[in-house]
């Protein structure tokens, strides 16, 4: 008797899921939205951890679902979710309508995992506060104040690709441009020397390293989406522990010991600490308590490192299958440079135009987040259309799709630089590019970002030259693993000085 109970009660447990799982599936068709037939459970993104990367799998639905109208649905398993297809939908909900889509829906923990609650995780109000606070510390004044400190990595990083190219002509590159803006990071958020040029097994460099290889595929991930607050009371976390002990304990240290000798280094921390709180378990009215300077270390850190480094990656790879590009850049950089006394200065830097192109270029066909995501916070009508988009639905804007679509950059696999001319900028929508987002939630440290990638591709450009190695062979393919646009298996190029170097 007790073995039909259990069998009936499974049974009836079973049908529950079912009928809840067909009838989540059917949440657009309810609602006469243009989408993707779901499968069963999985929704639209089976592939999703297994074989594509998330940007492909969006930009494969922008490119099915972009004639059906300006937003879309789709099913991330049973989660219904908002596809943009249009670009004035993208400049609304970013930009003009904002206030309807302030939060990304990101979880965070600030009492069991302190170093998830940071500027990029936060929602509505407390994102907002924070935002004013640190707005300040990344005026061009600042990323002047900062220059000297990554121009001195940039030399570091040179001397050390001097040594290497005398004993090697063949360089996996994404490890060394990893390990140099690592460096930069972390004399710049923590006024400390990595070191990780020369040890690759640098504590920040394992750390950082940890936490982009570690956050996908796992069941806490999908419990902390699916029940965010039931995860908070249980104390889920986003970091491993170990991974936000040593932040947290890097970042006390660094404190104490320039609170305690006076210490100035023009740095972020610098900055942060100005803006911290006597009372350091609170916050208050322009200052940071603890936890919110130390979370924010953390997400300048993971930031820092990893979309520029991810973006010089990329830069070489094109600039090696494209050689005359390559030559044009290094004589831009050259000449700049013969007009500033062959010094690399703020100056100079800002005078290297052509790098903002091909930069930008890079950015374009390789975005390092290749999807935006916003929450609904209340509900929203797309213009011109009866559909509503009800507070708490996931739209995510498919930024790889966009950037690929011939609509909007004709020719889109092409690396061409001159894209980003004047003329052909002003003749886009202004949300046909948007690396960095738009809007009051754009990325804060952009200007740093590329002053980083800037410097570092001064320093490549204008004493080496690169071309494809036999180990990596075009095109590359993207690590489906990594939560950026990261090439699978690296970057492997050959590597010799440029002998005309001054």
Known sequence: MVVVEIIMATAMVAVIVYLYVKRQQTYWARRNVPHLKPEFFYGNTKTLDRTEQIGIIFARFYNELKNSGPLAGVYMYVRPVAVVTDLELVKCILVKDFQHFTDRGFYYNEIHDPLSAHMFNLPGSKWKSLRQKLSPTFTSGKMKMMFSTIVAAGKQFNDFLEEKVERESELEMKDLLARFTTDVIGMCAFGIECNSMKDPDAQFRVMGRKFFEDQRGQVKNVF???????????GVRVLDKDVSDFFLNVVRETVDYRVKNNIKRNDFMDLLIQMR?????????????????????????????????????WTLYELSLNQSIQEKGRQHVMNVLDKHDGEITYESVNDMIYLDKILNEALRKYPPVPVHFREATKDYQVPDTKIVIETGTKVFIPVYGI??????????????????????????????WTPFGEGPRICIGLRF???????????????FKFDIGEKSKAPLSF????????????????????LLAN
């Open 479 to 498: 690590d489906v693993k990594s939560l950026t646009l990261s090439p699978e298996g690296g970057l492997s190029l050959k590597v010799k000085k440029n």
């Open 224 to 234: 902390h989406n699916a029940a965010p607050e039931l995860a908070k009371k249980a």
């Open 449 to 463: 970002g590329l002053l980083q990638a800037k410097v570092g591709l001064i320093y490549l450009l204008k004493n």
């Open 403 to 432: 950037h690929h679509d011939p609509a909007v950059f004709p020719d889109p696999e092409r690396f061409d630089p001159e894209r980003f001319s004047p003329e052909q900028v002003q003749n886009r929508h202004p949300c046909a």
């Open 277 to 313: 709180n006597p009372e350091e378990s609170e916050s208050g009215e322009g200052l940071l308590s603890f936890n919110e300077l130390a979370a924010q270390c953390f997400l300048f850190y993971l930031a820092g490192f990893e979309t520029s480094s991810t973006l010089l990656t």
